[in-house]
């Protein structure tokens, strides 16, 4: 392990700030978005933010029977999903924080975060939390093999599971066309669709019905917790578009820890978000939600482009 | 070699546009819609003719671009022209039936690449060709084709499995050896095209004898 530089730790520090404050905004972005392209005039920006400060500002109800589990989960997510933003390098790559977890890791939280909300939502008892906790876990189970295959693509190509590593190696490389990383970037776009419940397999601006998912699951919460749950689930997007763009985009990221590349890589970070963000609106637009139990294909296939990748990086790129 | 574009280059695209047909065939693998499925022969076969085109430019082989020429009017187009039209005369656009489901199909496919990879590796050592890394792709998505005659039950989608495995073979050839003589390609062409009118014919006498293109209703032929 490397020593802990002052440069590091600010770097660090920004980074996870900047994800936290960030990351509503970026959940705001896709909503306006998808808002215009619908021909509707749209929430705003900064919705998000206003709905964090309304609901912090609300007591909290809790259904009798509720557990301390049920309490705990919403800062459980939270803190999983910080940690989880606080390995995936965004600006630089000289994270003093990133050895702590690899790739493989980085799974095992967002793992963490998704069974304690399902418990959670299977702690209070009612129908709808634990339909929509069974749903959760069926997508997990489906989305985390694909998920896995996608980063160890990347890892072979950069012989490495840390994800600071690996991104720094991508980043470097010469321009080359990498069939491999093309399709492992499809089975990773189609692995966020699931994860982030977006339309072609949940739809997140659905309540009350009876195909949601996640919206299903946070049904009892309420108050300050909910505004954390929500702010995880924005958190959550972020943390996939930015090991989207981190992997598959990687250029304009600092190398090490010097204050002007990071200057520069906040400027460059915004500009493909801001791209990603109309994309999954685009997509969002274009698609139909399907079937739950179509959910299955749809992921068998971003396992099979994920393997697929895997395999072509063996046999043909080495 | 042309000196536009680094040897190394050279390879990435091919290495590319082999993984896209590869691709291709994964995806007519997962259809369930008969016209979708055309439409990605149509496509297979236009991948397979920039590939083709694009190694006899970088090769300098011309006879390639005969080849690719003949793929882009037969295969891209007047095969899928041919396939539609039988298609509406028939009355067939149902979605295709498969005998297992589809999921399962496509984890029998990854098996089935992984075999083939690991098959075609000491032969591509032995070629000297700059494709001889994709002819493992290309036994793959021979593989895959006939998985697909196998495992669906309606005479259309067979006769286009059939059609992908003979895109395939093309394919193989030009990794491993630039492409076959002349002659036999044009062979292989008439062949196909007489192929497909015999099948067409067939279609019709067995949906004029059973009402169904389903072949399942072969097995009843018995004496």
């Known amino acids: ?318 | 070699m042309t000196e536009l574009l680094s040897a190394a280059l050279v390879g990435q695209i091919i290495n590319m546009l082999a993984s896209v047909l590869l691709l291709l065939s994964f995806a007519m693998l997962a259809q369930r819609r008969i016209l979708s499925l055309i439409d990605l022969f149509a496509a297979q076969g236009f991948v397979l003719m920039l590939s083709t085109a694009f190694v006899g430019w970088a090769t300098g082989q011309v006879h390639l671009y005969v080849s690719a020429a003949i793929t882009l009017g037969l295969k891209v187009l007047f095969l899928p022209w041919v396939l539609h039209r039988l298609i509406r005369r028939l009355n067939v656009k149902w979605d295709v039936e498969t005998l297992i489901n589809i999921p399962t199909t496509l984890l029998v496919g990854i098996v089935l690449v992984i075999l083939a990879f690991n098959v075609a590796q000491p032969v591509s050592q032995l070629a000297g060709t700059v494709t001889r890394g994709t002819l493992g792709i290309a036994l793959a998505a021979v593989l895959l084709a006939f998985l697909m005659m196998i495992t669906r039950s309606k005479a259309v989608p067979q006769v286009i499995g059939f059609l992908a495995m003979e895109n395939s073979l093309f394919f193989a050839a030009t990794a491993a050896t630039y492409g076959m003589p002349m002659v036999v390609e044009l062979g292989i062409a008439l062949d196909v095209l007489v192929g497909i009118i015999i099948l067409a014919v067939f279609f019709f006498q067995i949906r004029e004898r059973f009402d169904s293109l389903d072949i399942r209703h072969l097995e009843k032929l018995k004496e």
């Not at chain 1, 557990?67 to 989960?73: H, V």
């Not at chain 1, 000289?94 to 050895?99: C, S, T």
């Not at chain 1, 720094?168 to 776009?189: C, H, K, M, N, W």
């Not at chain 1, 179509?294 to 099979?304: D, I, K």
């Open chain 1, 1 to 318: 392990m490397t020593e802990i530089s002052w440069s590091g730790t600010i770097a660090q520090l920004t980074e996870l700030a900047l994800a936290i404050l960030l990351a509503p905004l970026l959940t705001g972005w896709v909503n306006q978005c998808r808002a215009w392209l619908q021909n509707k005039s749209g929430p705003g920006l900064l919705r998000p933010y206003r709905l964090l400060r309304k609901l912090f500002g609300k007591d909290a109800v809790i259904a009798h029977g509720a557990s301390a589990l049920f309490r705990t989960t919403p800062y459980v997510l939270f803190g999983c999903m910080c940690m989880a933003a606080a390995i995936v390098p965004t600006l630089g790559t000289d994270l003093p924080y990133a050895p702590v977890a690899d790739a493989i890791a980085l799974v095992g939280i967002l793992a963490l975060a998704r069974a304690a909300l399902a418990l959670a939502a299977m702690d209070i008892g009612t129908a709808f939390g634990t339909l929509g906790a069974r749903r959760e876990m069926m997508i997990g189970f489906l989305a985390e093999p694909a998920l896995l295959m996608v980063l160890f693509t990347a890892s072979l190509l950069s012989q490495t599971t840390s994800l600071a590593t690996t991104v720094e190696t991508l980043s470097q490389r010469d321009l080359a066309i990498y069939p491999s990383l093309a399709f492992a970037g499809v089975a990773f776009t189609m692995v966020s669709l699931a994860e982030n419940a977006r339309i072609p397999v949940d739809n997140p601006a659905t309540h009350l019905e009876l195909t949601m998912i996640h919206e299903a699951m946070v049904l009892e919460y309420s108050g300050r917790h909910l505004a954390l749950v929500e702010w995880a689930a924005s958190l959550k997007l972020f943390v996939y578009s930015c090991i989207g763009i981190a992997l598959f985009f990687p250029f304009g990221i600092a190398q090490g820890g010097d204050a002007i590349g990071l200057l520069l890589a906040l400027p460059a970070l915004v500009v493909k978000l801001a791209i990603g963000g109309l994309l999954l609106a685009l997509i969002e637009t274009l698609s139909a939600k399907m079937r739950i139990f179509r959910a299955p294909e749809f992921l068998g296939t971003a396992f099979l482009l994920a393997v697929l990748a895997l395999l072509i990086h063996a046999f043909l790129e080495s």
